[in-house]
């Protein structure tokens, strides 16, 4: 059985995550991949559930750690009947966020800390980690600029001002830095099928997969 892969998308509000994230499964299922395609907060009943709670409601609704707390609950529930499953039987799993948005929006922005959530992720993720992560990076305003054209009541984050999203954006390039073998940084300001490319080209060397880029969003 060929071995299952874990591909996570991480990046701040606007950064493209969920268009890439369907490019991405377009190609893959082009080179004859069916990745199972999933997010976070929610992917599995339960941790939808918890997925509410966090992106809808009033911005200080929680302290940091309280929503770091939610944020690993759906992540023990989504580990433990969707992804890990899934892994077992050799699929690939394309998942739109993972723990590093823990790390980068509690853990940096909201000012927990890194230790509190390297110590949650150690009891729920444990030695489990992405076999590539794409952090998509674009500046604070085009970001939130592209956020604010969506109809949707999931945007407590977006709520939280632009101060915080610069900080937003500094934890998620240092969390790349941090972990050059797994991260990689795709400048997310390029138009669509640019950034497309630019992520094919990285799953295609890093993960060693004969991969082609799509035509383009409709195609």
């Not at 853990?107 to 890194?114: E, F, K, P, T, V």
């Not at 997310?188 to 080209?201: D, K, L, Q």
């Amino acid at each position: 059985m060929r071995p299952g892969r874990f591909i996570t998308f991480e990046g701040g509000e606007g950064g493209g995550k969920t268009t890439q994230v369907a490019l991405l499964v377009r190609s893959l299922e082009k080179a004859g991949i069916s990745p199972l395609t999933t997010r976070e907060p929610g992917g599995s009943p339960g941790a939808e559930i918890i997925r509410r709670l966090l992106v809808e409601g009033d911005v200080g609704r929680w302290d940091a750690l309280t929503e770091s707390l939610l944020h690993f609950a759906a992540r023990q529930d989504h580990l433990t009947r969707v992804v890990r499953p899934a892994m077992r039987e050799g699929r690939w799993v394309v998942c739109d966020r993972f723990a590093d948005s823990t790390m980068a929006y509690q853990g940096y922005a909201q000012g927990l800390g890194r230790e509190p959530v390297e110590a949650l992720h150690r009891l729920v993720v444990g030695s489990f980690v992405p076999d590539l992560t794409l952090v998509l990076d674009l500046p604070v305003a085009e970001g939130l600029r592209r956020a604010g054209l969506r109809t949707s009541a999931e945007d407590r984050y977006e709520r939280m001002g632009e101060a915080f999203h610069e900080t937003l954006r500094s934890a998620f390039l240092d969390i790349a830095r941090r972990n050059p073998g797994r991260c990689a940084v795709v400048p997310a300001a390029a138009p669509v099928e640019e950034v497309h490319r630019a992520i094919v080209s990285l799953v295609r060397e890093r993960l060693d997969v004969p991969l082609e880029a799509c035509d383009g969003p409709g195609s």
